[in-house]
């Protein structure tokens, strides 16, 4: 059975920081590119970043420099350092796995960057 869940969601001050991580089971992981998506309020999921099978990373472009994505393949895990958060980031962010044809998203977490 296919899970993707991620954690590490919460409220945060602007100019803060967050670490998401997504711990994936039931599929070849390390072959698989993953992703966060973000979807605010009232808009459609975007893609935040991504990292493929050989640990490149690609991001969307308001977040480039301030968010790294990373994955440890021996531990099925994904994460999102997110640093000097802004409002604009609130949303809810899922993990995304990626392969031809097969796509498994988590369930999400939420991220509130308030004052």
């Known amino acids: 059975q296919v899970q993707l869940v991620e954690s590490g969601g919460g409220l945060v001050q602007p100019g803060g920081s967050l670490r998401l991580s997504c711990a994936a089971s039931g599929f070849t992981f390390s072959i698989y590119a993953m992703s966060w998506y973000r979807q605010a309020p009232g808009k459609e999921r975007e893609l935040v970043a991504v990292?493929?099978?050989?640990?490149?990373?690609n991001y969307e472009g308001s977040v480039k420099g301030r968010f790294t994505i990373s994955r440890d393949n021996a531990k099925l895990m994904l994460y999102l350092q997110m640093n000097s958060l802004k409002p604009e980031d609130t949303a809810v962010y899922y993990c995304n796995a990626r392969q031809i044809a097969s796509v498994y998203w988590g369930q999400g977490t939420q991220v509130t960057v308030s004052s």
């Open positions: 990292v493929d099978n050989m640990f490149g990373t």
